[in-house]
């Protein structure tokens, strides 16, 4: 399984498909040198997923096999997410499986999707053995923000801040350069080059004057640019850093973000799958009030400040109770910062 998430992490990371990776193993004779893929096993063919409209991993591995002229009756596929069972731009993998002889099916992570889902019963109908749930913690992190936004109508949104520790983003002079350090920074832009489109509000446009760009250690642009999205009434100005180089300007007029969303899902180009909402504190605010916050990624410099700007404005929240309780998913140290990813809790 291993092995199939390094396969899996060679297809395209911004791609509306996720990324999976196969291997194809049979029982090993223990004169061949191939027994690597475990005790008794060989490793007859590997495959992953390209991109979309290409073959899925396991039908590329298996036209692999049938490349090497190895014989896939009897062999045990290994795939990082549970083989899809429908017709799409692509046959159904559960088809190609069964057609290929395969005996046995490992699984990571079951799909979610409504879709596509069903194809460990399908299998299981047909005879073939079916384990899931193998290192299924990989097999969730490998397929990032895919996994929560299958099924979805919107993009993905991810709500990041850059704070001290009592919360501030910046002094009672409006300073905020610089709060957390180099390193954080450096992993911020990273970030930024994983996602479609970030999004702030008019104020933040108008008083920060950013670049919402996404640049490389030595400061220079990264490959790819998301687009800059300004969401508001006002004008952004003709000299602003927005209009510099760097992705498309994208003008949002209104304080909806939902509708926000719908206006960048149907924008022309690339498709916007993943939202970067970078500030300010209403704009924030307003996503987590209309329950449109799929991540946080909370920023946290060892700094006290005592007043001045807090990250996240208004939410209505009177009593405790009320609160909005975010689940840990992982806290990265980032030199003298700590990076804490956590998802909002959905009440049942």
């Known amino acids: 399984m291993v092995r199939a998430f390094e396969l899996a992490r060679r297809g395209p990371e911004h791609d ?3 990324r999976v ?10 004169t061949d040198s191939r027994a690597a893929g475990g005790p008794g096993t060989t490793t007859i063919a590997e495959g992953w997923h390209r991109g979309a409209g290409t073959p899925h991993a396991e039908v590329a591995a298996l036209a692999d096999a049938a490349s090497r002229g190895e014989d896939t009756r009897g062999a045990t596929a290994v795939v990082t997410l549970e083989p899809c069972s429908h017709t799409g731009r ?31 019963d399908v299998l299981r109908a047909a005879g073939v053995d079916v384990t899931t749930g193998v290192l299924a ?32 983003v910046a002094a009672l002079d409006g300073s905020s350069r610089w709060i957390t350090g180099p390193v954080a920074r450096r992993h911020a832009h990273e970030l930024r080059a994983q996602v479609d489109a970030i999004v702030v509000g008019t104020g933040t446009a108008l008083r920060d004057d950013p670049s919402l760009t996404a640049r490389t250690a030595d400061g220079s642009l990264a490959g790819h640019q998301p687009r800059r999205v300004v969401v508001g ?30 206006e960048l899902a149907a924008l022309p180009g690339p498709p916007v799958r993943r939202v970067l909402v970078e500030g300010g504190p209403t704009l924030a605010a307003a996503f987590l009030r209309a329950g449109l ?46 990076l804490v990813v956590a998802t909002p809790v959905r009440e049942v």
Not at 104 to 118: F, I, L, Q, T
Not at 233 to 254: I, K, N, S
Request: proline share 11%; glycine share 12%.
């Open 16 to 18: 509306p498909n996720p």
């Open 90 to 120: 692509t046959g159904p993998c559960t088809q190609a499986l069964l057609e290929a002889g395969v005996a046995r099916v490992v699984v990571s992570v079951e799909d979610p999707n409504p879709v596509a889902a069903g194809g460990a």
């Open 137 to 168: 913690e990989q097999g969730r992190e490998l397929l990032g923000s895919w996994l929560p936004r299958v099924g979805k109508d919107r993009p993905f949104v991810t709500l990041k801040t850059a704070t001290t520790l009592d919360g501030r």
């Open 293 to 338: 916050v799929d991540e946080v990624h909370a920023y946290v410099a060892p700094v006290l400040l005592g007043a001045g700007p807090v990250a996240v404005g208004e939410l209505g929240i009177t009593s405790i109770a009320a609160a909005v309780r975010l689940e840990p998913v992982s806290v990265l140290p980032l030199g003298p910062d700590v």
């Open 21 to 30: 990776g196969c291997v194809l193993l049979r029982p090993a004779d223990p």
């Open 233 to 262: 009434f006002r004008d952004v100005p003709a000299d602003a850093r927005l209009r510099g180089p760097g992705g498309e300007l994208v003008q949002v007029r209104t304080h909806d973000p939902a509708q926000v969303l719908t």
